[in-house]
Nanobody
Framework: QVQLVESGGGLVQAGGSLRLSCAAS????????LGWFRQAPGKERDLVAA????????YYADSVKDRFTISRDNAKSTVYLQMNSLKPEDTAVYYC?????????????????WGQGTQVTVSS
């Protein structure tokens, strides 16, 4: 069992930046690939970015490429999402998730554990 706790969300103006963190506990962090998802009101929960166990493989949704960066620190059992050049359409609840997998996984069903989410609101 893995427990995931997100932090770092908030209100930011368009063009600004935020860094989300997700701290894990309960199991060996480096055994899991990790992902960040987001869900806006009335919409599906979609993958934003994913990272492999070792950190050398990443995936980004087209909508966030060149603006968001996912990284992990296995020594701190934490995964990060650096979000730059934020847009109002990035407004959503952001969730981190863990998958018992080596490579970065790109579909929601591959993830076994989920955090509770953190709200990100981008004002225009």
């Amino acid at each position: 069992q893995v427990q995931l706790v997100e932090s770092g969300g908030g209100l930011v103006q368009a063009g600004g930046s935020l860094r989300l963190s997700c701290a894990a506990s309960g199991h060996t962090f480096s055994n899991y690939a990790l992902g960040w998802f987001r869900q806006a009101p009335g919409k599906e929960r979609d993958l934003v970015a994913a990272v492999s166990r070792s950190g050398d493989g990443t995936y980004y949704a087209d909508s966030v490429k060149d603006r968001f960066t996912i990284s992990r620190d296995n020594a701190k059992s934490t995964v990060y999402l650096q979000m730059n050049s934020l847009k109002p359409e990035d407004t959503a609840v952001y969730y981190c998730a863990a998958s018992i997998s080596y490579s970065a996984r790109t579909y929601r069903g591959a993830y076994d554990y989920w955090g509770q989410g953190t709200q990100v609101t981008v004002s225009s």
